[in-house]
């Protein structure tokens, strides 16, 4: 790079600051991206396929479960019946739950990353 005579030495070191200052400030999103996932544990968000729980899992495993226990312990047909519906019934209410924790717990790491990133690329680390 060919400077004119009069920019001097100050012209010169600003165009080095040009020139390196975009380098620089990806390094630093980086540093500051990879310190808020390793404090925060979030890493993205995951698809709610993904999530643990759900309410048609919780259904199917609550009727499975009390199924079972009906055949085991259970003569009467109708009871076993009335009693892998009211399994299910349960088990989806509880599958549910688990579904909403586990987004919340989600949404509470994504705020503290979002809180450590820019703490960060503020300069407060």
């Known amino acids: 790079m060919i400077l004119p005579k009069s920019t001097g030495f100050a012209g010169a070191l600003a165009a080095i600051a040009l020139f390196a200052h975009p380098a620089a400030a990806q390094d630093r999103y980086s540093y500051c991206q990879q310190r808020a996932s390793d404090l925060s544990g979030y890493t993205g968000r995951v698809p709610d396929r993904y999530l643990p729980g759900g309410a048609l ?33 349960i088990g989806a209410l509880v599958g549910a739950i688990k579904r909403g924790n586990a987004k919340k717990k989600q949404n509470r790491a994504a705020r503290n990353y979002r809180l450590e990133l820019d703490a960060c690329m503020r300069g407060g680390y």
Not at 61 to 86: C, D, M, Q, T
């Open 57 to 89: 899992e919780g259904a199917a495993r609550g009727a499975a479960v009390s199924g079972v226990g009906g055949l085991i312990f259970e003569k009467n047909k109708k009871k076993r019946k009335r009693n892998v519906r009211r399994g299910a019934a």
